[in-house]
C-alpha cells in the first residue's frame, strides 16, 4: 500500500491499524470517515509512530486519541 497517496482507502487502512494496534476499548468512537483531507499528513505521522513502537503506556495512548480527535472535521 503506497500511503505517499492521499485517498480515503489510505486513511481507512491507517485509522484501522491504529485502532487494532493500541488496541482501543471505544474504536468505534473512531471513524476514517471523520477525518479531515488536510490532516493527511498528520494522520500518518501518528500512524508511522504507532507502527514503530511494540507497547504504549496508558498516558501514551490518552495523548494518541486526543491527537486523533484534534484531526477529525469539526
Do not use: C, H, P
Request: hydrophobic content about 45%; proline content about 0%.
Amino acid at each position: 500500500m503506497d500511503l505517499s497517496v492521499k485517498s480515503l482507502e489510505n486513511v481507512e487502512y491507517m485509522v484501522e491499524a491504529i485502532k487494532e494496534k493500541l488496541r482501543m476499548v471505544n474504536a468505534g468512537a473512531v471513524r476514517a470517515s471523520s477525518f479531515n483531507e488536510e490532516m493527511y499528513e498528520e494522520l500518518k505521522e501518528i500512524y508511522e509512530l504507532v507502527m514503530r513502537k511494540d507497547t504504549f503506556s496508558i498516558s501514551e495512548m490518552e495523548a494518541i486519541a486526543a491527537e486523533l480527535g484534534s484531526l477529525t472535521k469539526k
